[in-house]
């Protein structure tokens, strides 16, 4: 049997996806808090960030352990973040509904690493203001990967890609010539570039920064008035745009046709 045969929509196969998407959200945990700090991610291991204790098998369970231990260390009882079992449970259900909507097959599994990315861009960006090259990396590759499933020939997302990053770098640069202050941040700019390989089509950037815009504004008033701080993180707007074109494309055909009766 190969997974063409297999029923995306069997219970087991979906519980199977979830518990991989909820091991993916924990190793995503655990990158999002050691290399923006440059702890590395070798083979030592996990610790509890509190009393320093070394995590047992029982301790890593994705979700379950979180809930067993009732959100605290099994060892020092200090309660342990809400947001190690809430991106198991992201990257769990992202997971599941892809393979829900896209079935089993090339272009589901690159969608699902899309998903993944995203929610680690969006973690190290709310926390550090800094989207982690490797993850930029990873993305791009599974956008190569969304490229061959689709067989879309190579040459329109590399044109994408490359507008994609001279218009970040036009947009930076010309924000510190005429504002004298950086507005947008390099990891920003790469995340446009690799934007481009999901997009395809030079063209769809427009409306993928209308509808990057729109949420970077609310995001923005958002952190405003939770923060207090000017400076906010663009990412988690640019990565949210990215997932609306690429996985709703009514939304930028819209975008399109709303424009045609505008004009």
């Known amino acids: 049997m190969t997974l063409a045969d297999m029923d995306p929509h069997h219970p087991l196969v979906l519980l199977f996806i979830a518990f991989v998407g909820a091991c993916i959200g924990s190793f995503i945990t655990l990158v999002t808090y050691r290399m923006p700090r440059e702890l590395g991610i070798g083979l030592s291991r996990s610790r509890c960030t509190s009393c320093e204790g070394a995590l047992k098998p029982r ?19 200090v309660p342990v973040s ?41 973690i190290t960006d709310l926390e550090h203001y800094i989207i982690l090259d490797e993850v930029q990396i990873a993305t791009a590759l ?4 969304y490229v061959f499933a689709n067989d879309i020939p190579w040459q329109q997302p590399a044109l994408a890609a490359l507008a994609g990053v001279g218009f970040g770098l036009a947009l930076k640069y ?14 920003d700019v790469k995340f446009l570039g690799v934007a481009g390989i999901w997009l395809c089509d030079a063209a769809n950037f427009v409306p993928f920064l209308f509808f990057s815009g729109v949420l970077g504004i609310v995001s923005g008033l958002a952190w405003r008035a939770l923060r ?26 819209g975008f399109w046709k709303l424009y045609g009766v505008l004009r």
């Open 59 to 77: 301790d890593l369970f994705p979700i379950f352990s979180w809930a067993w231990f009732r959100g605290k260390c099994r060892m020092c009882r």
């Open 82 to 122: 809400a947001r190690y079992p809430l991106t198991e449970l992201a990257c769990a259900i992202g997971a599941v509904g892809v393979v829900l909507v896209y079935g089993l097959t090339l272009e589901s599994l690159a969608l699902v690493g899309l998903w993944w990315c995203i929610v680690a861009i969006v």
């Open 142 to 145: 599974f956008g190569v990967l």
């Open 174 to 187: 010309g924000f510190i010539f005429f504002c004298k202050k950086d507005g947008l941040g390099m990891g």
């Open 228 to 253: 207090g701080s000017e400076r906010f993180p663009f990412g988690p707007a640019l990565a949210f745009a990215l997932l609306l074109c690429v996985m709703v494309p009514e939304a930028p055909n």
